[in-house]
């Protein structure tokens, strides 16, 4: 189990009502229960988070530092729920939701250029499975999502799921690194490294540790981020896994992972019933194509798939 966001509204209504008896009938649960949840909880913190005392219950100060960033969180939550909550989209409202994709600019191209007339909007969400969960509820009509590995996307009945492409990663390291003239980089010479990674979540983490464990070491995180990789590489403090189609900046060198040890799949996903769901699948296909002429613009990754790079 994960603490999820119902586990701090807990948290904040028993602080705010002061008691378990006054925060149970607010949150139209038996007092009981309340206290069951929260022993829950406090064992997936690790930590007791409030005393209880004849008066009621006060947090402790590990429960204070929780209800503070609880107050932060929740929020942020509320704000998305008002902006994407499940309803109809206006008539000519196209509502996407995507990750760190290189292919998310041609798609926005594509639902304008394939729904004229629609107004745009987006939300970026690291997390394939909450792009899924927004779809399946309604929050977005179209997700551009990628899964790490050659995992499936696990998708509910109703919805499509139709992959656009299945790419290596290539590995991005400062100009000056010992490695960034060679043609192709292997990755157990990266076991010493300093790493930077995304913090998304949903197994990428795991996959990684895979890839990592099977060319014998345990990969060392410095920096778990979810923007600014680039200028730390170009900054010297570590190398990233990157998409083949990136291209290199100043102070920057991508080259290619010998053996293809992580694959990224990109993928759209859409509701099988929603009204413009022609159009989404005639997005899919051009989706296709403009990964093509990515791949077509880089010398690089045209070379790789060329196999004049092993």
């Known amino acids: 189990m994960e603490l999820q966001v119902r586990h701090l509204r807990v948290l904040l209504a028993i602080a705010r009502a002061g008691s378990l008896n006054r925060a149970a009938g607010e949150l139209r649960l038996a007092q009981p229960a309340l206290s069951h949840q ?8 690790g930590d007791k988070l409030f005393d209880r005392g004849p008066h009621g219950v006060r947090p402790t100060r590990i429960g204070r530092l929780l209800l503070a960033r609880a107050e932060a969180i929740i929020p942020a939550f509320d704000e ?15 509502r996407i939701g995507w990750n760190d994709s290189a292919l998310a600019s041609d798609v926005f191209h594509r639902v304008r250029q ?21 779809v399946a509820s309604g929050c977005v009509d179209l997700a551009l999502a ?3 590995g050659q995992r499936s996307l696990a998708v509910p009945d109703g919805l499509r799921a139709e992959r656009v492409v299945a790419e290596p990663s290539f590995v991005a390291m400062p100009s000056t690194h010992r490695l960034a003239a060679a043609p192709v980089v292997d990755l157990a010479d990266l076991a010493e490294e300093r790493w930077i990674v995304s913090s998304c979540g949903d197994g990428c983490r795991i996959v ?5 464990l099977a060319h014998g070491f345990t990969p060392r995180i410095a920096h778990d981020v979810d923007t600014l990789r680039f200028g730390l590489v170009r900054g010297g403090h570590g190398v990233c896994l990157v998409q083949p189609t990136t291209s290199e900046s100043a102070g920057t060198a991508i080259r290619p992972l010998a053996g293809n040890p992580m694959t990224v799949q990109h993928i759209l996903v859409w509701r099988a019933d929603h009204p413009s769901g022609d159009r989404f699948d005639a997005v899919h296909r051009a989706a296709v194509d403009d990964y093509a002429r990515l791949t077509a ?14």
């Open 297 to 310: 613009e880089s010398d690089r990754y045209r070379r790789w798939l060329d196999n004049d790079v092993t």
């Open 80 to 94: 998305l729920d008002r902006d994407f909550r499940r309803q109809q989209p206006a008539h000519g409202h196209v």
């Open 38 to 45: 929260l022993r829950r909880i406090e064992q997936l913190v």
């Open 146 to 148: 990628m899964i790490c």
């Open 114 to 134: 394939l729904l004229p007339g629609s107004e745009l909007t987006t939300r970026s969400d690291l997390s394939h499975s909450r792009l899924v969960t927004q």
């Open 208 to 212: 990684f540790r895979e890839m990592c």
